[in-house]
């Protein structure tokens, strides 16, 4: 059985970079069965895609936040991680990870945007 676990700030400062990893137990980064994906959602909206990586390493991000986003991994330690940079409030949300295909998912860390 699959298990993801986000850590990360719990606040940022408008302009700064964003920092979220994901552990993962119980599967393997590498898998050719899966990819890697983080979701948001922010105060009363819906579910939000960022971006995954798959088990080769290719990214793929969201339209609207492609210019600020970039998925990393370490194989290692199989963790992957979000950098999203020049954050703002809107950017306050929720974030979990999640193996895919499938629905398995962390518990969702809390990102606040703020001064």
């Known amino acids: 059985q699959v298990q993801l676990q986000e850590s990360g700030p719990g606040l940022v400062k408008p302009s700064q970079t964003l920092f979220l990893t994901c552990a993962v137990s119980?599967?393997?980064?590498?898998?050719?069965?899966?990819?890697f994906t983080w979701i948001r959602q922010a105060p009363g909206k819906g579910l939000e895609w960022v971006g995954a990586?798959?088990?080769?390493?290719?990214?793929s991000y969201s339209p609207s936040l492609e210019s600020r986003t970039s998925i990393s991994r370490d194989t290692s330690t199989n963790r992957f991680t979000l950098q999203l940079t020049s954050v703002t409030p809107e950017d306050t949300a929720v974030y979990y990870c999640?193996?895919?295909?499938?629905?398995?998912w962390g518990q969702g860390t809390q990102v606040t945007v703020s001064s």
């Open positions: 999640g193996r895919g295909p499938g629905n398995s």
């Open positions: 119980g599967g393997s980064l590498t898998s050719s069965d899966y990819f």
């Open positions: 990586i798959g088990a080769s390493g290719t990214t």
